[in-house]
């Protein structure tokens, strides 16, 4: 059927490509479009018919530089499969692939990345990549001689680029008005911003001189405390999990049922450093504030858990998630694994509880110094979210048992979110279950704190990964908990009443972490700062 088609010149390629990216692929810009249209006030109607002229030009300027013979076919094949992941990606959940997003997506696993796909999102790459890249396999593009090929090249980027100059000099001040007011725009366009987050990352982190690594508080030491005995922290890493869903920031449903009694602390105003694992994980366990982090700079220094290593800490971390993001490199760790957690796994994904397998483990063979354990959750990822809790947690029901989750009704969806906000609350109960326990031979204590939070919808936004300037709370205002046994808070002379006073007021943050941490095990070095530790308010 397809032997005969058509032949085109490689500028008429050019151009239907153009088309075809400016109809489809950046149907989400256009929505964007006529948001901040109905947004202001008078509108020139030949300003916004102006706004898809210019666009089909520069898609047409841009793909005329790669029609090149023997280049143009799998160059825009790739382009196009691309781009087609990134339109599903952005009409379903709403997602912009800033470099952030492109490092998540190079970190990420490869059972985290399987639950992306659904028959909703096979569909959409079927029509909207599939059948456009079998069309482009099977065309005929014809060439001329390499100097008349130029020549025509020449003309059509002539014509389109002096198009580009006269829109924008008659509209100038609309565009630069429009554009100040919606930012956001820029980030929707298809394929060009995708391709340009992901040149910038491929620099960062390939053609970039790296910078001298930099040991940390090499100086330091543990001051000691009244008590004898050995202080001993979980850390539980909690994943996707947002505060507005959590019963103690005052949800209305009773998502943390299995804690409520324990008597943890709520620290009520606490914000992520960034919108993802990948940046959130190595920036709240670096000595830089989020104002100051870049991978880059982390990288080539000490983590917080290197720097208790210093003072013969022992730091232990096991993963159910996606991996430390290079965080515990140089400490003890382990992933969680259908092959050692054989109870907790499915072909799909592990249960947390097979993290209180290994803290049982680790629990009963720790020595008797200061103990760190970071118990790293899968907790909220989605959009499996089904897959995160066993049967007997499906407490909030109708639940959404799919991937596609944009098709399923809200109530459905924050059902599920729900349930594995439930799911986590166990886990905690059962960490300060199990380190009770162990009162008679450590100084007991519990942090938990969300790696960063999770949209549901709102604003047409799911999942997470927004850019942090434009990300709305429920992706970055993220639960933060605390509980401590009795005798930790007398040997670390630290007042329970005025912490729990402290947390109803105080703004927190994951800048805090790194100075909390040497704070909480009593650590001195020239790193720490007294102002940046949550619990330095509230010691006697």
Known sequence: MFDNVRSISSNKFVLLLSFYYLVIFNIPFFEAVKTGIDNQGDVNWLFVLSIPLLLLMLLNVLFSLFTIKYITKPFFILLTII?????????KYGIIFDTNMIQNIVETTQSEASTYFNTSSIVYFFLTGGIPCFLIYK????????????????????FFLLGIVAIVAVFYQNYAAFGRNNDLLKRLIIPTYVVGSTIKYVNEHYFTQPIPYQALGTDAVV??????????????????????????????????????EMGLITFQNMTSCGTATAVSVPCMFSHFDRSDYQLRKAQSQDTILDVLTYVSIDVQWFDNDSGCKGVCNKVNHMMITKEN??????TQSCFDEALLTQLDIALAKAKKKNTLIVLHLMGSHGPTYYL??????????????????????????????DN???????I?????????IYNQSFDTGMIYMSDHGESLGEKGLYLHGAPYSIAPTEQIHIPFLSWFSDAFYQKNRLDKTCLQALSQKGTFSHDNLFDSLLGIFNVKTQEYHQKQDVFSQCRL
Not at 83 to 89: D, G, K, Q
Not at 145 to 155: C, R, V
Not at 402 to 415: G, P, T
Request: charge should be positive.
């Open 83 to 91: 781009s087609s992941l990134v339109f599903y990606s952005s009409v």
């Open 139 to 158: 065309v005929n593009i014809v060439y001329q001689s390499f100097f008349k090929e130029m020549l025509i090249k020449l003309g059509c980027l002539f």
């Open 223 to 260: 001051s000691p405390h009244q008590g004898k005995k050995p202080n001993l922290i979980v850390m539980v890493l909690g994943e996707t999990a947002r505060a507005k869903n959590y019963e103690y920031y005052g949800y209305d449903r009773p998502t943390n049922a299995y804690t409520k």
């Open 341 to 346: 957690s054989p109870k907790e796994c499915t």
């Open 388 to 417: 995160r809790y066993p049967k007997a947690f499906r407490q909030f029901l109708p639940d959404c048992q799919r991937s596609d989750i944009q098709n399923c009704n809200q109530q459905e969806l924050v059902n599920t979110y």
């Open 420 to 426: 594995t906000i439930l799911y986590t609350d166990y």
């Open 428 to 436: 905690i109960s059962k960490v300060i279950q199990k380190l009770k």
